[in-house]
């Protein structure tokens, strides 16, 4: 059972465009992680989320993390191609299990 | 700061074959290694987690016999795929707890043909 539903599952903008991604879940997180991935290799951490209603910005992206701590979401300004790839969202449920989110597939075209 | 070093990074077997996948942490002790797969243009799926000297748990329809995780030392885990079928063709990637959260090795690409 995949407790983190991402939407959306895929995204194709323009360059220059904005776009939010939202990880949703029935239980509570301690904490929720947003990771980008690239064909073939680790996912990279992006941020930690760890307060309720926590706002954390990383140059054009904007983290959120909702009040009840079980949803977050990830907005991008202005959207570049270098922005492309699979973002994650991740978090331990207390049940000593790390999940992923069902992840968002990002392509911003030139 | 904290490396998880996962080799083989790709594999090609035939079908019927066996292969094990090492998770190494360089530099700290993982207590705990977490196994994922991942097809492709999906999301990591848990597989198991395993924890040093104990037996690993197992997700639901993962399948222990197939999959076999050992976590012998606190500084390494494997995973053998037995008897592979081209239905085991996946990245596989293992991932340690941290102080400050998790890292990650790079995966395994396996191919089973």
């Known amino acids: 059972t995949q407790l983190l539903e991402q939407s959306p599952q895929f995204l194709s903008i323009q360059e220059g465009e904005n776009l939010t991604v939202y990880c949703n879940s029935s239980?509570?997180?301690?904490?929720l992680q947003w990771y980008r991935q690239e064909p073939g290799e680790g996912p990279v951490l992006l941020v930690t989320v760890v307060t309720g209603g926590e706002v954390k910005k990383l140059k054009r992206l904007t983290f959120q993390f909702g009040d009840a701590r079980k949803d977050s979401s990830l907005h991008i300004t202005a959207a570049q191609p270098g922005d492309t790839g699979l973002y994650l969202c991740?978090?331990?449920?207390?049940?000593?299990?790390?999940?992923f989110g069902t992840g968002t597939r990002l392509k911003v075209l030139a | 700061g904290a490396v998880v070093s996962q080799h083989p990074s790709w594999v090609i077997c035939k079908s019927g074959t066996s292969v094990k996948i090492e998770c190494r942490s360089l530099d700290f002790q993982a207590t705990t290694m977490f196994w994922y797969r991942q097809f492709p243009k999906q999301s990591l799926m848990l597989m198991a987690t395993s924890n040093e000297g104990s037996k690993a748990t197992y997700e639901q329809g993962v399948e222990k016999d197939k999959f076999l995780i050992n976590h012998a030392s606190l500084t390494l885990s494997t995973l053998t795929v037995t008897s592979a079928h081209p239905e085991d063709s996946s990245f596989y990637i293992c991932?340690?707890?941290?102080?400050?959260?998790?890292?990650f090795g790079s995966g395994t690409r396996l191919t089973v043909v």
């Open positions: 991932s340690a707890k941290i102080r400050d959260g998790y890292t």
């Open positions: 991740a978090g331990d449920s207390g049940t000593y299990k790390y999940i």
């Open positions: 239980s509570v997180f301690s904490s």
